[in-house]
């Protein structure tokens, strides 16, 4: 839907054992639907899929099969997983897929934009790829001590990947260089180190088990929110609803019928009302929705 207009650009009938709602992988959504991917971008347009449907309220949706295969989301990239460390196809929107090369044996995909892929091992090295797997570089991370072994790989940027150091109770995330596998900074952990990391959808932040991540700087911000999703380039929480900055700082967001959904892409918050949808432009650069 047209969160400008309201038109209704396409639709899509779903099976019955279906992911309760759409993921983002950069500009491509993505549904679950029993053991098959249902994709749509707004570039495709086509309405064809791999299985030649072509119906026109279905435009610019594509399909495939997962069969066995498990779906892992990193960055703007979507993995088909048939062996965990070993075997992954890329998704792109039109439904197409291509095999990838893992780097070394056991190597697992961590973050990825555009045609390149960071890959993470269980001896702490970082492996930076293509996409087919050509031009492989390994960075090995500078440990903060001696007996400190990886937990955990968070995710990373194009100059960063963020990963979970664990030297016996003393859990640190860190943000490491993929230059020269220096940590350009540190933070405590005492969160469940299994939490899961969001990112904003231009992927210029992340936020995990209490921190929150600058991808331009490799920068640590801790915060007192517990993150449930994003919207737009912001954070949200929902207990109290409320949008929280990448720099940590929080507006709550007031209506006892609003329900927030989504952000434009110009930044205004589009909400539903219950049988409508409305778009409300933020008070501030820095702050959150009027009231509505």
Do not use: C
Not at 111 to 126: E, L, Q
Not at 182 to 204: F, Q
Not at 264 to 289: K, Y
């Amino acid at each position: 839907m047209d969160t400008t207009t309201g038109d209704l650009l396409a639709t899509q009938e779903l099976g019955g054992d279906t992911s309760a709602r759409a993921y983002w992988a950069g500009d491509t959504a993505l549904v679950v639907d029993g053991d098959t991917l249902r994709l749509w971008s707004a570039g495709q347009g086509s309405g064809s899929d791999v299985s030649g449907d072509t119906e026109s309220d279905q435009a610019g949706w594509a399909t495939t099969k997962l069969g066995d295969a498990t779906v892992s989301l990193r960055g703007d990239a979507i993995f088909a997983v048939a062996e965990v460390g070993a075997k992954y196809e890329r998704i792109h929107a039109d439904a197409s897929r291509d095999a990838v090369t893992v780097p070394t044996e056991g190597a697992v995909p961590v973050a990825a934009s555009g045609d390149t892929i960071t890959w993470g091992t269980n001896k702490g090295v970082a492996y930076v790829t293509a996409r087919d797997g050509s031009d492989s570089r390994d960075t090995v991370l500078a440990a903060p001590t001696d007996a400190a072994s990886v937990s955990r790989w968070i995710s990373g940027d194009t100059k960063h990947v963020y990963v979970v150091w664990s030297d016996g109770d003393t859990d640190t995330v860190a943000v490491h260089s993929l230059e020269s596998g220096d940590a350009v900074s540190t933070h405590p952990l005492s969160a469940d180190r299994e939490a899961a990391a969001t990112s904003t959808r231009d992927g210029a932040h992340v936020a995990y088990a209490g921190v929150l991540i600058d991808a331009t700087t490799g920068a640590i911000t801790e915060t007192s929110h517990d993150i449930d999703g994003t919207v737009g380039e912001r954070f949200l929480t929902t207990d109290p609803l409320t949008l929280v900055n990448p720099t940590g700082d929080a507006t709550p967001l007031e209506g006892d019928s609003v329900t927030l959904v989504a952000m434009s892409p110009d930044g205004d918050l589009v909400v539903s009302t219950g049988d409508a949808i409305a778009s409300l432009a933020p008070a501030s650069a820095d702050a959150g929705a009027r009231t509505p």
